[in-house]
T-cell receptor, first 109, second 113 residues
Framework: QKEVEQNSGPLSVPEGAIASLNCTYS??????FFWYRQYSGKSPELIMS????GDKEDGRFTAQLNKASQYVSLLIRDSQPSDSATYLC?????????FGQGTRLTINP | DVKVTQSSRYLVKRTGEKVFLECVQD?????MFWYRQDPGLGLRLIYF???????EKGDIPEGYSVSREKKERFSLILESASTNQTSMYLC????????????FGPGTRLTVL
């Protein structure tokens, strides 16, 4: 079992809808969780961090964490074509971050 | 804002050449990392460093070495470049305080012919 798993997609969402991205992790002691956005040909950009169970909102983005079920999700409200990118989930391990393979998201106008 | 810079955006080298990739961060971060990213394989950690002159192997260190002589600078060295090292190379840094968010540089796309 991979340490951090994401559906690779592509996930296609109409403009204005909610995009929902999911991530599961295997290490129960993980404490910090991150979402990165990566446009094609560019480097990953940190967009959300979450450390406690529940929801954390930042603008159109909401990160959700459930440590008991070992999953973390990212919701993007009012999706825009500029949200089309690959989204990487990362979980803090013992000394480093462990990244998922990423989910490719396409927002259709 | 955290700024991580890399010496080149694009680099073309020949098989057998020695290649240096430089990374500099301006936020006084203790931790620095080198990754490579290939289609279908995701981000793979090559080496990381928690302090000056200190290095740790990541998941795929073979064929690479690193150098950290100053806190702000972390270099990746390909001793004898091979075609299978053609890839996007990403440098990142993080602080030991807080939650260890990593911030990435713009990346270097290396092609080995």
């Amino acid at each position: 079992q991979k340490e951090v798993e994401q559906n690779s997609g592509p996930l296609s969402v109409p403009e204005g809808a909610i995009a929902s991205l999911n991530c599961t992790y295997s290490d129960r002691v993980s404490q910090s969780f991150f979402w990165y956005r990566q446009y094609s040909g560019k480097s990953p950009e940190l967009i959300m961090s979450i450390y406690s169970n529940g929801d954390k909102e930042d603008g159109r983005f909401t990160a959700q964490l459930n440590k008991a079920s070992q999953y973390v999700s990212l919701l993007i409200r009012d999706s825009q074509p500029s949200d089309s990118a690959t989204y990487l989930c990362a979980v803090r391990g013992a000394q480093k971050l462990v990244f998922g393979q990423g989910t490719r998201l396409t927002i259709n106008p | 804002d955290v700024k991580v810079t890399q010496s080149s955006r694009y680099l073309v080298k020949r098989t057998g050449e020695k290649v240096f990739l430089e990374c500099v961060q301006d936020m006084d971060h203790e931790n620095m990392f080198w990754y490579r990213q290939d289609p279908g394989l995701g981000l793979r950690l090559i080496y990381f460093s928690y302090d000056v002159k200190m290095k740790e192997k990541g998941d795929i260190p073979e064929g690479y070495s690193v150098s950290r002589e100053k806190k702000e600078r972390f270099s990746l060295i390909l001793e004898s470049a091979s075609t299978n090292q053609t890839s996007m190379y990403l440098c990142a840094s993080s602080s030991i305080s807080g939650y260890n968010e990593q911030f990435f540089g713009p990346g270097t796309r290396l092609t080995v012919l």
